[in-house]
């Protein structure tokens, strides 16, 4: 079973560069979530989707953009890269909401912008 | 502001040592706490608890939460190396928020 499966798992860009990262679930979850980790900060919520078709914003959405066509894959956009987004970057899906089921997380994605 | 405040930040300890980790939290329409294990990359979840006062176990890893007070501890006993981990707690709501609000983690590491 594949899970949840990030891709890619490590990407170096540069300042004002654009990128999409790819998350896709097998498990048939309407709810899905992108955060992102960064040392002593724990996992911030950017966006997450509660459908097909839905998305919505999280604690830390500035600079970033995410679209839900397909029940089972997340897209996280960087328009235009800054530094201050080097992160690991978490993607997590749960049939239902946070609060009534824990979700499941893919292997993350180091993502460097210098 | 909803948070999720867990102590200690890191601790380490000798192999075979009782180690308590503390969790608190202010959530609006608590429902749930979790607690989640992250090693080198993903969390994964150890436990759940919504009731108050009832202790959730699995081998030595044992959990419990008290509403009234607002807080959780999740013990380990006779601990691993492979215990070694960063430890999550994360308070979720009820109804409508779909914002699960992670602690800053606290970072165990096991010493042979």
């Known amino acids: 079973n594949a899970g949840v499966t990030q891709t890619p798992k490590f990407r170096v860009l540069k300042t004002g560069q654009s990128m999409t990262l790819l998350c896709a679930q097998d498990?048939?979850?309407?709810?899905m979530y992108w955060y992102r980790q960064d040392p002593g900060m724990g996992l911030r919520l950017i966006h997450y989707?509660?459908?097909?078709?839905?998305?919505a914003k999280g604690e830390v959405p500035d600079g970033y953009n995410v679209s839900r066509l397909k029940k089972q894959n997340f897209l996280l956009g960087l328009e235009s890269a800054a530094p201050s987004q080097t992160s690991v970057y978490f993607c997590?899906?749960?049939?239902?909401?946070?609060?009534?089921?824990?979700?499941?997380f893919g292997d993350g994605t180091r993502l460097s912008i210098l | 502001e909803d948070k999720v405040v867990q102590s200690p930040l890191s601790l380490v300890v000798h192999e075979g040592d009782t180690v308590t980790l503390n969790c608190s939290y202010e959530?609006?329409?608590?429902?749930?706490l979790l607690w989640y294990k992250q090693e080198k990359k993903a969390p994964t979840f150890l436990f759940m608890l919504?009731?108050?006062?009832i202790e959730k176990k699995s081998g030595r890893l044992s959990s419990i939460l008290d509403k009234k007070e607002l807080f959780s501890i999740l013990n380990i006993t006779a601990t691993q190396t492979g215990d070694s981990a960063i430890y999550l707690c994360?308070?979720?709501?009820?109804?409508?928020?779909?914002?699960?609000?992670f602690g800053k983690g606290t970072k165990l590491t096991v010493n042979p």
């Open positions: 989707s509660v459908g097909e078709g839905t998305t």
């Open positions: 498990m048939n979850h309407e709810y």
């Open positions: 959530v609006t329409n608590f429902r749930s």
């Open positions: 994360a308070g979720g709501a009820q109804g409508g928020s779909e914002k699960l609000v």
């Open positions: 919504t009731s108050s006062g």
């Open positions: 997590a899906s749960s049939y239902r909401g946070q609060g009534y089921q824990p979700q499941h």
